[in-house]
């Protein structure tokens, strides 16, 4: 599957994005979806996942106060809304798709799409 992220630019801390993902290729349905992020100098790091059945996970209370991951398989699409966006949510925002693993371990998911940058001024 191939997986192309967009949704991303600069907000004021506070504001709102939606990403998106758009899949083609194999059956998106049958994939759990996640998203991941890197800032620079660190370490990819979990911020949500959906299952195919629509069963989501977050890393955090804070994210998911604040994020909703959904996804919409008629459309082969997967989103991630962010709202109250901090400073420390600055990064490059990745999805991804696995079909079996650890949903929280970037090293679980096979395919990757190219990032989004999310930068959120302060």
């Known amino acids: 599957v191939q997986l192309q992220a967009s949704g991303g630019g600069l907000v004021q801390a506070g504001g709102s994005l939606r990403l998106s993902c758009a899949a083609r290729?194999?059956?998106?349905?049958?994939?759990?979806a996640g998203w991941f992020r890197q800032a620079p100098g660190k370490d990819r790091e979990f911020v949500a996942a959906i299952g195919s059945a629509g069963d989501t996970t977050y890393d955090t209370d804070s994210v998911k106060a604040r994020f909703t991951v959904s996804r919409d398989n008629a459309r082969n699409t997967l989103y991630l809304q962010m709202n109250s966006l901090k400073p420390e949510d600055t990064a490059v925002y990745l999805c991804?798709?696995?079909?079996?693993?650890?949903?929280?371990?970037?090293?679980?998911?096979?395919?990757w799409g190219q990032g989004t940058q999310v930068t959120v001024s302060s």
């Open positions: 991804a798709a696995q079909n079996n693993g650890n949903r929280r371990a970037a090293s679980s998911y096979g395919y």
């Open positions: 290729g194999h059956s998106f349905r049958r994939y759990t």
